[in-house]
């Protein structure tokens, strides 16, 4: 009788080991899953890409009535109180762009007469602009403040062609401001179907780019962006972050 109990005794105590043990998986279990839907979460929300609207217009643009996007993410480092802005409208000819910035320490040291005026360098507001879904390639348009111009095409920070455009091609002019300075220009269709055949200026025409402020070699190094970009460091050729541009 005595063995008996010892052995329900001992039995009963199994099955309770074995229900804690279930009681703790299923717990372990609950908090994996919970752990993979916040982490699915947070990186469903830093991939959220941003998006603007480009305004169409008859003759000069009135760039009062046009909606600004900013420029105002300081991802690696600090902005030193810099800010960055621009505005984009279209026609039937062309792109239009208007950037600016409000910057006290501005450097301004290559002109518009060097063809391999590193802009990045200076005071510089930067364009990026892939046309095309499905084509890899995407443009950079990169100005200081004395309108000197860096225009590439390619699919990486590696993979850049420099394009020399005619003066009159991209009509690009930039000015000092009381708080800093700014770069107006525009981008011609025909010179965009240059480069990219398939590009159909049209209404509802979906694009991708970002929008960037630099300056390697100021008082301030600082790195801006419209669109967070996907990088543990300063880089700006970063398509996959690309916010989407559509034309109205």
Same mark, same amino acid.
């Given at each position: 009788m005595g063995k008996a109990k010892r052995w329900m005794s001992q039995k009963a105590c199994t099955r309770l080991a074995n229900l804690v043990m279930a009681a703790v998986l299923v717990f372990a279990f609950a908090q994996l899953a919970a752990c993979g839907q916040s982490a699915s979460s947070s990186s469903s929300a830093s991939a959220a890409s941003k998006s603007y609207t480009i305004a169409r217009v008859?003759?000069?643009?009135?760039?009062?009535?046009?909606?600004?996007?900013?420029?105002?993410?300081?991802?690696?480092?600090?902005?030193?109180?810099?800010?960055?802005?621009?505005?984009?409208?279209?026609?039937?000819?062309?792109?239009?762009?208007?950037?600016?910035?409000?910057?006290?320490?501005?450097?301004?040291?290559?002109?518009?007469?060097?063809?391999?005026?590193?802009?990045?360098?200076?005071?510089?507001?930067?364009?990026?602009? #892939?046309?095309? #879904?499905?084509?890899?390639?995407?443009?950079?348009?990169?100005?200081?403040?004395?309108?000197?111009?860096?225009?590439?095409?390619?699919?990486?920070?590696?993979?850049?062609?420099?394009?020399?455009?005619? #003066?009159?091609?991209?009509?690009?002019?930039?000015?000092?401001?009381?708080?800093?300075?700014?770069?107006?220009?525009?981008?011609?269709?025909?010179?965009?179907?240059?480069?990219?055949?398939?590009?159909?200026?049209?209404?509802?025409?979906?694009?991708?780019?970002? %929008?960037?402020?630099?300056?390697?070699?100021?008082?301030?190094?600082?790195?801006?962006?419209?669109?967070?970009?996907?990088?543990?460091?300063?880089?700006?050729?970063?398509?996959?972050? %690309?916010?989407?541009?559509?034309?109205?």
């Amino acid at each position: 009788m005595g063995k008996a109990k010892r052995w329900m005794s001992q039995k009963a105590c199994t099955r309770l080991a074995n229900l804690v043990m279930a009681a703790v998986l299923v717990f372990a279990f609950a908090q994996l899953a919970a752990c993979g839907q916040s982490a699915s979460s947070s990186s469903s929300a830093s991939a959220a890409s941003k998006s603007y609207t480009i305004a169409r217009v008859d003759g000069t643009p009135n760039w009062d009535e046009i909606d600004r996007l900013d420029i105002d993410d300081a991802e690696w480092g600090d902005s030193f109180g810099i800010s960055a802005h621009a505005k984009l409208c279209y026609d039937d000819q062309a792109l239009y762009v208007r950037m600016w910035a409000e910057e006290q320490d501005i450097r301004a040291t290559y002109t518009p007469d060097d063809p391999d005026a590193k802009c990045y360098e200076d005071s510089c507001l930067e364009f990026f602009l #892939a046309p095309v #879904a499905g084509d890899e390639r995407y443009m950079n348009f990169e100005f200081n403040p004395n309108c000197a111009v860096c225009n590439e095409i390619g699919t990486e920070k590696t993979d850049r062609e420099r394009l020399h455009p005619a #003066a009159d091609v991209l009509d690009a002019t930039s000015s000092r401001t009381d708080g800093g300075w700014e770069v107006s220009y525009r981008i011609p269709f025909n010179y965009l179907q240059s480069f990219y055949p398939d590009f159909a200026p049209e209404s509802g025409t979906q694009m991708r780019g970002n %929008f960037y402020k630099c300056g390697n070699l100021t008082a301030n190094k600082h790195y801006l962006v419209w669109n967070r970009v996907d990088s543990d460091t300063p880089n700006f050729h970063v398509p996959k972050s %690309f916010g989407t541009l559509v034309l109205e």
